[in-house]
């Protein structure tokens, strides 16, 4: 069902995250390039609103938390892995 949605209606501006003392272009970009990253680990047939919580969960979870400034990328995007299968995981039970 992942056809019926489009990755660019998740994604956020600087206006969106909010505060960050003058990082919040860099914020927007790492949460982006996340969400990005997320996008391509779901199942294509998995349901919209499975997704929707899904990809909004990443910012629920990142919401205010440092490591959008200080972790690498790579720790952020192995953070997504685990998020996302732990989620379907949680899902299937």
């Known amino acids: 069902m ?3 949605l489009n990755v660019q209606d998740y ?3 600087i206006a969106d995250v909010g505060d960050w003392e003058g990082e919040e272009e860099h914020v927007a970009e ?3 390039e996340l969400i990005h990253f997320a996008w391509q680990q779901l199942p294509d047939d ?3 609103e499975i997704i929707d919580n899904l990809i909004n969960g ?3 979870h990142l919401r205010g938390d440092l490591a959008l400034l ?3 990328f790579e720790e952020l995007t192995d953070w997504v892995i ?3 299968q732990s989620s379907l995981d949680e899902q299937k039970s």
């Open 2 to 4: 992942k056809d019926l």
């Open 11 to 13: 994604l956020f501006s």
């Open 30 to 32: 790492t949460l982006n």
């Open 46 to 48: 998995l349901e919209c």
């Open 58 to 60: 990443i910012w629920e």
């Open 70 to 72: 200080e972790a690498e």
């Open 82 to 84: 685990h998020y996302i």
